[in-house]
């Protein structure tokens, strides 16, 4: 258990519709990483938020957007769906911001867009 | 931009055998190095890292050293188990301040009695 927690586990929705996925990062992390894996794209960095401010962007779309919040909880909201967004999308925290740091994984949340 | 090749899977092993799983980055400035593994249904942990270079991490077994003459980090273990069938992924962080993950696209491991 690496003390990141993501719900919810699966998520089975419409294309077109909009979808919030919540990750609670361990105790002390002040950083949150929103990843997404699928079969074609691999592994993909989306965002990061340090202490509530947005640190860095990666390949996320525009109808995909994140937070983080006071207590350090995450959400990365996923709009307009499309096929093609069908994923597990994966939450990881750190402690700092630093090239070294080491990351911690979320169980993952499994979208599906039908 | 940064990137990460590993060699393509699966890699199909007996148990006790020796493996390697190769990796070889490219990216500027001085990257820290990892070796994350997901087993079947869950998140991916991590396995070990080395952050400059001649540095080897290590554990359960498991080790890669940081070869900056030949920007690799090859995973390595002597003798494999059963359990550790898995998906292997190295990755790299740019240093510098950013700590955002670069991944391979994943070795999977199948370890047979």
């Known amino acids: 258990d690496s003390g990141v927690t993501q719900t919810p586990k699966h998520l089975i929705t419409a294309t077109g519709q909009r979808v919030t996925l919540r990750c609670s990062p361990r105790?002390?992390?002040?950083?949150v990483y929103w990843y997404q894996q699928s079969l074609d794209q691999g592994l993909q960095f989306l965002i990061q938020?340090?202490?509530?401010?947005?640190?860095a962007k990666g390949n996320i779309l525009e109808r995909f957007s994140a937070q983080q919040f006071p207590d350090l909880h995450s959400e990365l909201n996923l709009s307009s769906l499309e096929l093609g967004d069908s994923a597990l999308y994966f939450c990881a925290s750190s402690v700092g911001s630093s090239g070294g740091s080491e990351q911690y994984f979320g169980p993952g949340t499994r979208l599906t867009v039908t | 931009g940064d990137s990460v090749t590993q060699m393509e899977g699966p890699v199909t092993l007996s148990e006790e055998a020796f493996l390697t799983i190769n990796c070889t980055y490219t990216a500027t400035g001085y990257p820290s190095l990892f070796w994350y593994v997901q087993y079947p249904g869950e998140g991916l942990q991590l396995l070990l890292k080395?952050?400059?270079?001649?540095d080897k991490g290590s554990n359960k077994g498991f080790e890669a050293t940081y070869r900056k003459e030949t920007t690799s980090f090859h995973l390595e273990k002597g003798s494999v188990q059963v359990s550790d069938s898995a998906v292997y992924f190295c990755a790299l962080s740019r240093g510098s301040g950013y700590s955002t993950l670069t991944f391979g696209k994943g070795t999977m491991l199948l370890v047979s009695p």
């Open positions: 105790s002390g992390d002040l950083s």
């Open positions: 080395a952050t400059k270079a001649d």
């Open positions: 938020y340090y202490n509530g401010e947005e640190r």
